[in-house]
């Protein structure tokens, strides 16, 4: 395991022998965060990479009694077009994968809305309720095969806002093993900016699995650039890349 000292340059790495390693060191930093913090503000992501940290902060509600009563969500991403009830909507899968499972209260839970009329209006508001919140304390992120955080495909640019994007084709095959075809999977969504997330006073980024290494290693060696969305996380200085032995294998440190 390394650690950074945040005076230095080198980046905070995290490797954990196995994914189930890796979730649960994120859902510890999770949980530490809400019990310094009870009214802390969390970032929250989806896909398939968060589904073992959300399982262990249920099993922490549960069997530890990890209290979420006083805690505020928002979410990175939704698509555009599908609701609530859509089974594949990221709202949806926050409710299955944790939300219906603790005891937060419902209002404080905030994902974009896919459905809204004003999606640019809608993005504005989001922003801004981001900021009545007194901003995100710790924000979970994975990573995309193409570098892409949240729905920041490559292009993003470093500040950009929450928006209205168009999905990367290799986003939009990846994201088909959720739906019946690839056909069915919407072409746009709303998502932070890349400048929304590096607002936030703590981040996470949890990558597992070989077929990451190359996005990751990209991530952290090359220079920061909009053609890697992720490698942009270099500016923001308390970030945690937390990864099993496969995401971190092509890593030189
Ligand atoms: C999705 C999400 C991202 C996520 C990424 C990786 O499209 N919008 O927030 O990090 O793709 O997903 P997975 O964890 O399934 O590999």
Known sequence: MMSRDLRSDQPDVIVRSDATAAAKFVADRFA?????????VLGLAT????????????????????DFSAVTTFNLDEYVGLGPDHPQSYRHFMRQHLLDHINIDPSR????????????????????????AGGIDLQLLGIGHNGHIAFNEPGAAGDSRT????????????NARFFA?????????LTMGIGT???????VMLATGAGKAEAVRRALEDPADADHPASFLQTHANVTYVLDQGAASRLRL
Do not use: F, N, W
């Open 32 to 40: 530490e965060t809400i019990r310094s913090l009870p009214q802390c």
């Open 47 to 66: 896909g398939g990479t968060p589904i073992e940290t959300y399982r262990e902060l249920i099993r922490m509600h549960q069997e530890e009694g990890l």
């Open 109 to 132: 839970t905030h994902l974009p809305d896919g459905l809204a009329t004003d999606l640019q209006g809608h993005a504005a508001e989001y922003e801004q309720q981001i900021v009545e």
């Open 163 to 174: 928006r209205v994007v168009q999905l990367a084709e290799q986003t939009i095959e990846k």
């Open 181 to 189: 075809s690839a056909d069915e999977v919407p072409r746009t969504a």
């Open 197 to 203: 997330i590096l607002e936030a006073k703590r981040i």
